[in-house]
């Protein structure tokens, strides 16, 4: 008869606040760059015109609001990275932590 030696356990409340977090935190972002995208689609579909006003001799309105999502999915994506660099990967190593200490 052979005996299965049971594998580390995990802390659950640490592991669930870890996944609570991750959560919170991509759909915040996720939900910040899908309303400004959705919104400048619905723009261009419905308003064209909004987009092609001319704000200058040869820029419209399109062209800085364009480079504003770009700006904007770069600061999202950094935001996200700064976050999981410092603080899901600290909440990681203290999930694994309480692994191995029991």
Do not use: C
């Amino acid at each position: 008869m052979e005996h299965k030696h049971p594998g580390p356990k995990i802390d659950q409340a640490l592991f669930h606040r870890l996944v609570v977090a991750k959560w919170k935190v991509s759909l915040t972002l996720a939900a910040i760059m899908m309303v400004v995208y959705y919104g400048f689609i619905l723009v261009l579909a419905f308003d064209k015109e909004l987009l092609s006003t001319k704000i200058g001799e040869h820029m419209t309105v399109g062209i800085p609001v364009g480079l504003f999502l770009i700006i904007l999915a770069w600061l999202i994506t950094g935001v996200y990275v700064f976050w999981a660099n410092s603080s899901y990967d600290r909440a990681v190593q203290d999930v694994l932590k309480s692994m191995r200490r029991r």
